[in-house]
């Protein structure tokens, strides 16, 4: 026995590694093991795929008018015997009997002219991606009559289409402020912390200047300044650049105090010893390692200037029709009896929330993967 001990060879079980992982393939496994930052990646993605393919997913034209606030069409997998039948709806229908409060017609289903649902039915026509011609729809009724699964608004408007379509404003107002906010923000960050001295005290000075202006009355006033006759895109820029204008200085303070740090580190240093220009030194060496920090700040920074438009837009001061955001549908709320009459016209709310959760949760999800600590 002490010999077949003595004989016995152990073979040397290789712990488990990840090899030469890259800096990204290394961010991803992290980020893998945030179940709150992978939730919020796949809320991002169903957004972006629902913004792109607003059209498809949307059951009726979002300018095609009907009842106004017809309630929501419910989605029904009984017939009135209570018997199992395919998924169907009701068309909504004015009554006769009045409401007590609001005196208006009793609006309710028709149970006598049920519509069969189904999915890829034929709908309105629209460009696929602007380009493909078809009238192909995600879900809807299967001879092609107007469902409103969110009912409708003052102008008996689908709310459901005109939230997917809406998307696309809002969504790409946060985008292209946030984009212009993150290049301005980082450049001038990087360039007045590396350089220094007297160009780093004014160029702070003036940043400064923009973070102590407030503003929601600067917002409100600049806005106003545009004529109401003005074209909707006119308007829209101009909305776009005033957001910018206000939204840099912040980007801009958290790069600089990156890059001082950054800019005493020896790799820095050895690159000036060997002569290496201004410009290679902070975009080749030092951008590359302030990028975590812009990753993280752009998410958290997408859902606040979704907020802000939603703000302005429940206002009037973001967007003018016939464009279609979630701000500019909430001004439908704007009383107490329309929201208790009609509380589905509150709908865009659930996808704001949903938006700014998601950009929220990727971002602290993002913010712990990109942590070398």
Known sequence: MKADVENTIIVPVAAPHHGNETYRALVWRRLKRSWTGMIGLILVCLLMIMTIFAEFFSPVDPKLTGVGFAPPQTISITDQEGNLVWPRTYQVGEGTE?????????????????????????????????????????????????????????????????????SRVSLMIALTVVFIVTVVGTTIGMVSGYFGG??????????ELVLAFPQLPLYLALTSLIPVTAPTNVFLAFVIVVMSALGWAQMSREVRGKTLALARIDYVRAAMAIGATDRRIIFQHIFPNVMSHVIVSVTLAIPSVVLLESFLGFLGFAVKPPLISWGLMLQDTSTYSVIGSYPWILSPVAFVLVTVFAFNALGDGLRDAVDPY
Do not use: C, E
Request: charged share 20%.
């Open 198 to 207: 007297r160009f780093d005290n004014w160029m702070q000075r003036f940043v």
């Open 98 to 166: 009045l409401d007590p409060i609001t005196f208006q017609p009793i609006i309710g289903p028709d149970y006598a002219n049920p519509k069969d649902l189904g999915f890829f039915v034929k709908g309105f026509s629209y460009r696929l991606l602007g380009l493909i011609p078809t009238d192909r729809h995600f879900f809807g009724a299967v001879d092609g009559t107007p469902v409103n699964f969110l009912g409708t608004d003052k102008f008996g408007r689908d709310v459901l289409s005109r939230i997917f379509y809406g």
